[in-house]
């Protein structure tokens, strides 16, 4: 299993990688009920094609950055589950054009998640492992998570917020190239949120720059920026194939190993600035 260069890399998950939000045309959600519910603008209505773009990692290792200034000189920053920017701007920016939430968010901290301000800023999408490339009508039927009703209950409070669910279909797309680009077997565990996020900005930017993924010379065992948490699984990776996620963002960088170093910062060109 050969390492295909960055070039090819890069045309494979272009070509392979469909991101693509539900919409009510979709399999089980073309009912009535869900027509009500779903977004009627898709995400390229929503954002139109973006510049440069920031994807900034929930990572420990952002705390003392100084990167605030850097993050916001972006056209659009994507951010991550519950990270905050209130207190953070000095390292982690104040805007937020896109927030990727999982759906163990959306269901498990249900009440948080429908009360707390933070969510209410730029777009929503939420994601959910789904079973190993499983049909779309039997992952509705048994969802990771059960967040259909929370999403719903989100939709009726904020209903101008633009929220959207994403199809399952691309993390198992994306968990194959992964597979094929590594040497190990990897568990088939669906990528990392901070992954999927990536992939997410690469389709509507002309060029994306990701905050601490690849961790800089501020790598810390706290897990979070935002908290007094510590665990090596949370750069490393444990349930997510995080560490295979790395390597491959590593192999597809095009900045320089010092702005790794020094910024944890690494470019990535969006899809349509690439030829295969
Ligand atoms: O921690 P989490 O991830 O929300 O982080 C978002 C993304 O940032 C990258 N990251 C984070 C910490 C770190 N030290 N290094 C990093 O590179 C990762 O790419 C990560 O995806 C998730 O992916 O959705 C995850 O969500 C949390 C948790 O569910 C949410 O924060 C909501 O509370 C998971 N933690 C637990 O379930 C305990 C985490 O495993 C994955």
Redesign the pocket.
């Known amino acids: 299993a050969a390492k295909l260069s960055p070039e090819k890399l890069l045309c494979q998950l272009r070509d392979r990688v469909n991101v693509t939000m539900i919409r009510g045309s979709d399999g089980p959600f073309n009912s009535s009920e869900w027509q009500h519910y779903l977004p009627e603008k898709s995400l390229n209505e929503t954002v139109g094609p973006l510049g440069r773009c920031a994807v900034v ?5 952002l705390k003392s950055s100084h990167l605030g200034p850097e993050i916001d000189s972006h056209d659009a920053v994507l951010r ?4 905050p920017v209130k207190g953070f701007q000095e390292d982690v920016g104040q805007k937020t054009t896109i927030r990727l ?2 759906s ?2 959306v269901t498990v ?1 249900v009440q948080h998640f429908l009360k707390d301000a933070l969510y209410n800023t730029g777009i929503l999408i939420v994601w959910d492992p789904a079973p190993y490339h499983a049909e779309i009508h039997e992952w509705y039927r048994k969802p990771d998570y059960k967040f259909f009703e929370a999403y719903k209950l989100y939709r009726v409070r904020h209903p101008e917020q633009p929220f959207y669910i994403l199809n399952p279909k691309m993390q198992w797309q994306l968990w194959d190239i992964l597979q094929e680009n590594s040497l190990e077997h990897i568990q088939p565990n669906p990528p ?4 999927l996020g990536i992939v997410i900005m690469m389709t509507l930017c002309n060029e994306v720059d990701v905050y ?2 690849l ?1 800089s010379k501020r790598l810390t065992d706290i ?2 920026y935002y908290q007094k948490f510590h665990d090596r ?3 490393m990776g ?3 194939p ?1 560490l295979f ?2 390597n491959l963002v590593k192999h597809l960088n095009q900045g320089t190993d010092e702005d790794i170093y020094t910024h944890g910062k690494v470019t990535l060109p969006g899809f349509r600035n690439i030829h295969c």
């Open positions: 990692s929930s990572a420990g290792s991550f589950n519950g990270a939430v999982n163990q968010l901290e990392s949120s901070g992954m601490e993924f961790p897990c979070h699984a949370c750069t444990a349930y997510h995080l996620e790395k």
